[in-house]
Nanobody, 121 residues
């Protein structure tokens, strides 16, 4: 079993910053890709939007909308991934989900429960 716990969401102001954290724990031998996706309000039936991913070697990939505003990082020793979000926009309001690909007998994706980020003045 792999548990994913997110933290750091909440209310942010336009132009402000928030930092999300996500820690993986449980029974697994390795983690490859860690990342964040988001579900925009009113689009719960649609596919989650890619925010950012990072491999175990540190290679990163960002959604087109990020435009240099967000930075993903990870601490492999702590099995933790972070998302630093700067210059927030109201359009960033969404539920942010952490995603981890871990090996526990086989490679499988695991998702957190989601953390709400609301950007409003």
């Amino acid at each position: 079993q792999v548990q994913i716990v997110e933290s750091g969401g909440g209310l942010g102001q336009p132009g402000g910053s928030l930092r999300l954290s996500c820690a993986a724990s449980g029974t697994f031998s390795s983690i490859s890709v860690m990342g964040w996706h988001r579900q925009l309000p009113g689009k719960e039936g649609e596919r989650r939007e890619l925010v950012a991913t990072i491999t175990s070697s540190g290679s990163t990939n960002y959604g087109n909308f990020v435009k240099g505003r967000f930075t993903i990082s990870r601490d492999n020793a702590k099995n933790t991934v972070y998302l630093q979000m700067n210059n927030l926009e109201p359009e960033d309001t969404a539920v942010y989900y952490c995603n981890v690909r871990a090996f526990s007998g086989e490679w499988l994706p695991y998702w957190g429960q989601g953390t709400q980020v609301t950007v409003s003045s």
